[in-house]
Structure formats: structure tokens, C-alpha cells
Antibody, heavy 123, light 107 residues
Framework: QVQLQESGPGLVKSSQTLSLTCTVSGGSISSGTHYWSWIRQPAGKGLEWVGRIYSTGSTNQNPSLKSRVTISVDTSKNQFSLKLSSVTAADTAVYYC???????????????WGQGTMVTVSS | DIQMTQSPSSLSTSVGDRVTITCRASQSIITYLNWYQQKPGKAPKLLIFTTSNLQSGVPSRFSGSGSGTDFTLTISSLQPEDFATYYCQQSYSTLYTFGQGTKLEIK
């Protein structure tokens, strides 16, 4: 079955850029009915959707982060990535990558998740 | 943004109890409502999609209902492994949003 695994630095300095990669195994990132998302969760708090990308490269981002978020895909490596610029302590969170499965007019949900990776922004 | 509000925020319950969690959207989301279960230190797990469809492998004691702005997740007979935090999430808008979570605790 499809598995997702996040990777990247666990510590990022304030004002710098957070960079994470999600590697997809057990299936192709180029599936037409799926998209690939980043979701984050500050310690003890709820879930916040960061953004998504299709294998075509089409993206959507959370407007609250949009100017700082870049999501890209590398189909040859079966990976997608997140870059979040100008980070502050408020960006400290567990970052999850997740697969979205969408059937237009029917359903749209995150059905496979990575284990998550903790990113701390330090001053 | 579509705001999702869950109630209660926490609930002390016992094994065998019937549990109902409510999720309210700030506008109609038709039936584009999903439920996730999250255990400490783990990623969320999809339980129910599009209001009432059980994800493969999820026990039948979980069920969902609702439409428009009001939705419920029901666990018919709580099992020890069900003590967790539950989140609703709307997928009506591409700006996906989650409820704040409902934590089920052992009474």
C-alpha cells in the first residue's frame, strides 16, 4: 500500500526557509485521482492545511501562508516538497504530508498520511 | 474561510458508552465532511468521508450523519482503542479546514 515519509531539518532558524520533502512509496505520485498535501499541527493544537499539489504541478495554498509557501513535485523521484520562507516561532509544528483522494462531486479526503516530522523554529 | 466548530472539546466516557460528537460548519458544505481519529504521537487516520462513508478497515461501530451545516460522528459502543482525539474537516472549499478536535478521555 502507499506510504508517505517526510524528511528534512528538524531545526530552522527564524527568518530562514523551512524545507521538507515527502517521499511516496508503494504507488505513483502521478495518479490522476490524487493530490498531495502538507498539513501542520502545533504542539497540543489542531490541524492546519498548508497547501497541495497535483502531479501536473498545479498548486493551491492556504491564503494565510500563501506568500511564503512553495510546493513542488518531482515525479521522477516520486516526491513532493514544501518550502516555507521567513519562518517565525509560530511556524513551529509537526508537519505532515498527506495524500488527497478526490472524485469530483463525490468525495475529497486525506486518506494516507506520513508519520509527521517535528520542525522547531529557533531564534 | 469556512469555520468548523466541534462540540464538545473533550468528553469523559467509559468503555461501552455510545458517544456522539458534533461538528458545525459556518456555511453549508452539503455533505463534504470527513472525520479523522488521532492518537498521541501519531498521524490522523481517516475514519469517515463525505459525511457517512466508512473508510476501508474502519469498524462498523463508527458512523456519521448530517448535511448542510450540522454533522455528527457516533461511536455506538466505545472500545479501549477508541480513546483518541477526533477531528472533522470540510472539503467543500479548497481551503480545507478542520475542527478544533474532540478528545475522548477515560472516565
Amino acid at each position: 500500500q502507499v506510504q508517505l515519509q517526510e524528511s528534512g531539518p528538524g531545526l530552522v532558524k527564524s527568518s530562514q526557509t523551512l524545507s521538507l520533502t515527502c517521499t511516496v512509496s508503494g504507488g505513483s505520485i502521478s495518479s490522476g485521482t490524487h493530490y498531495w498535501s502538507w498539513i501542520r499541527q502545533p504542539a497540543g493544537k489542531g490541524l492546519e492545511w498548508v497547501g497541495r499539489i497535483y502531479s501536473t504541478g498545479s498548486t493551491n495554498q492556504n491564503p494565510s501562508l500563501k506568500s511564503r509557501v512553495t510546493i513542488s513535485v518531482d515525479t521522477s523521484k516520486n516526491q513532493f516538497s514544501l518550502k516555507l520562507s521567513s519562518v517565525t516561532a509560530a511556524d513551529t509544528a509537526v508537519y505532515y504530508c498527506a495524500r488527497g483522494v478526490v472524485v469530483p462531486g463525490a468525495h475529497d479526503a486525506f486518506d494516507v498520511w506520513g508519520q509527521g516530522t517535528m520542525v522547531t523554529v529557533s531564534s | 474561510d469556512i469555520q468548523m466548530t466541534q462540540s464538545p472539546s473533550s468528553l469523559s466516557t467509559s468503555v461501552g458508552d455510545r458517544v456522539t460528537i458534533t461538528c458545525r460548519a459556518s456555511q453549508s458544505i452539503i455533505t463534504y465532511l470527513n472525520w479523522y481519529q488521532q492518537k498521541p504521537g501519531k498521524a490522523p487516520k481517516l475514519l469517515i468521508f463525505t459525511t457517512s462513508n466508512l473508510q476501508s478497515g474502519v469498524p462498523s461501530r463508527f458512523s456519521g450523519s448530517g448535511s448542510g451545516t450540522d454533522f455528527t460522528l457516533t461511536i455506538s459502543s466505545l472500545q479501549p482503542e477508541d480513546f483518541a482525539t477526533y477531528y472533522c474537516q470540510q472539503s467543500y472549499s479548497t481551503l480545507y479546514t478542520f475542527g478544533q478536535g474532540t478528545k475522548l478521555e477515560i472516565k
